[in-house]
């Protein structure tokens, strides 16, 4: 199935954006290890936070998470450090082949019973839990935050805790941080204790009513809309927060280099409120940014800079390889049917000189099972009339409401 979408020239919409993803899946399994009854308030209704509930619920002896990276990672350590039985853990063919040998190396030295059934370092896992002694362990600080954040939740079940030493750069920090403040949040005692380490003590997780920001990742792609949009429009966002613990509420700031001005209804910390993006004046000649702190916003930055013809050179992007799919080869392969030729080096940095090719006449964008595929490309109908992604479904993956949003938004979408 594909979608056609035709966007309107102004935008006046209110949106209610889905709640956090990455806060759910933090805060449904530490909620787990805490023995709660009653689940945080505003969870996501994504896909991914889905397959969670139900693996916590049921606890099957095969549990598929399906294309939840997140699910993948914290239900491995959650499994292995409790007394829950031997489990199978799988997912998707493309989960099949996401890397996931850091995180059992790691357990395993800690104590952990995971066996590969498959291909080693990959997915599926065979999990025998029980209570690990913990204790110290060191882990590259260049991988993915999830691996780490995994074995942090894990840790204060441990029966002498755990003294984390992360080796060489730490990238993704912003989520590390979202990890250990919903940690204390529901009692645990953790700490950073230097530049690159951090201390768990063996406290056990305490039940606490919890309540989900909505999600600053998904706001992105409004941001993206309106600074394509005519200089009049006006998109109003609901549910987020001033100083917003989420890593991707850079999106406010980097926007306001492309033309994007945020205001905030309130600006009460930690109340979530709305937010009002408008147009304003700007000329950027050149943008350059590492996003090793908020990966998840490349391909929006990417789509933007080349829609509005902004060169760039953006870093930090060695962890897009392993995403749902190849996110640097899926993005320079979709760019170019609609005209634009960006090019990747060693380091992983995408770059974009200007560089044009001739689009397609009827460009369709394939998604790649990716869903910030889906949403970061279907902007770029403000450009290309008619503009078709293909597999739209995807979206569901961390913002099911998406394709309605549109609609609402006044963008022309026929399933084709």
Same mark, same amino acid.
């Given at each position: 199935?594909?979608y ?100 059992v190396?790691a ?18 896992l ?5 209570? $690990?002694?913990?204790?110290? &362990?060191?882990? %590259?600080?260049?991988?993915? /935050? ?5 074995? #942090? ?38 700490e ?29 792609y ?54 009002? $993006?408008?147009?304003?004046? &700007?000329?950027? %000649?050149?943008?350059?940014? /590492? ?5 998840? #916003?490349?391909?929006?930055?990417v ?21 749902e ?36 006449v ?55």
């Amino acid at each position: 199935m594909q979608y056609e979408i035709t966007a309107p020239s102004r935008l006046n919409c209110t949106i209610n954006l889905p709640s956090s993803k990455s806060m759910s899946n933090r805060a449904l399994v530490i909620h787990a290890f805490s023995g709660g009854d009653k689940l945080p308030d505003n969870l996501s209704d994504c896909d991914d936070t889905e397959v969670i509930v139900r693996a916590l619920r049921d606890m099957p002896y095969t549990i598929d998470i399906k294309a939840a990276g997140t699910a993948m990672r914290f239900l491995t350590a959650y499994l292995a450090v409790t007394d829950s039985g031997e489990h199978v853990i799988t997912g998707t063919e493309r989960m099949k082949h996401r890397p996931i040998g850091t995180l059992v190396d790691a357990l395993r030295r800690l104590g952990a019973d995971i066996e590969y059934t498959s291909e080693e370092g990959f997915p599926p896992l065979r999990i025998r839990g029980h209570q $690990l002694d913990g204790g110290w &362990i060191e882990v %590259p600080g260049n991988i993915s /935050s999830q691996y780490i954040s995994a074995l #942090l939740i894990a840790a204060p079940s441990m029966r002498n805790g755990m003294q984390l030493q992360l080796s060489g750069d730490v990238i993704s920090k912003p989520y590390i941080e979202l990890t250990l403040c919903t940690m204390r949040d529901f009692g645990a005692e953790v700490e950073w204790t230097g530049p690159s380490s951090i201390e768990v003590k063996p406290h056990p997780y305490h039940t606490t009513p919890y309540f989900i920001e909505n999600d600053w990742s998904a706001a992105s792609y409004w941001y993206e809309m309106l600074s394509l949009a005519d200089n009049e429009s006006e998109v109003r966002l609901t549910g987020l927060t001033d100083g917003s613990r989420q890593g991707d509420s850079m999106v406010r700031y980097l926007f306001s280099v492309l033309g994007v001005r945020t205001t905030f209804d309130s600006t009460e910390k930690g109340v979530p409120t709305t937010v009002t $993006l408008r147009r304003h004046h &700007i000329t950027l %000649p050149r943008l350059e940014y /590492s996003f090793i702190s908020q990966p998840d #916003l490349a391909q929006t930055f990417v789509l933007t800079c080349v829609l509005k013809g902004i060169p760039f050179h953006f870093e930090g992007l060695s962890t897009l390889r392993i995403k749902e799919t190849d996110r640097i080869e899926a993005l320079k392969n979709e760019l170019l049917k609609i005209g634009f030729v960006v090019h990747s080096n060693a380091a992983n940095d995408l770059i974009w000189t200007g560089e044009r090719c001739q689009p397609d006449v009827h460009p369709v964008i394939h998604t790649y099972e990716d869903h910030r595929m889906a949403m970061a490309f279907a902007p770029a109908a403000h450009l290309f009339p008619g503009l078709r992604i293909d597999n739209p479904s995807v979206v569901t993956k961390s913002y099911p409401r998406y394709w309605d949003d549109l609609r609402l938004a006044g963008y022309q979408i026929e399933e084709r």
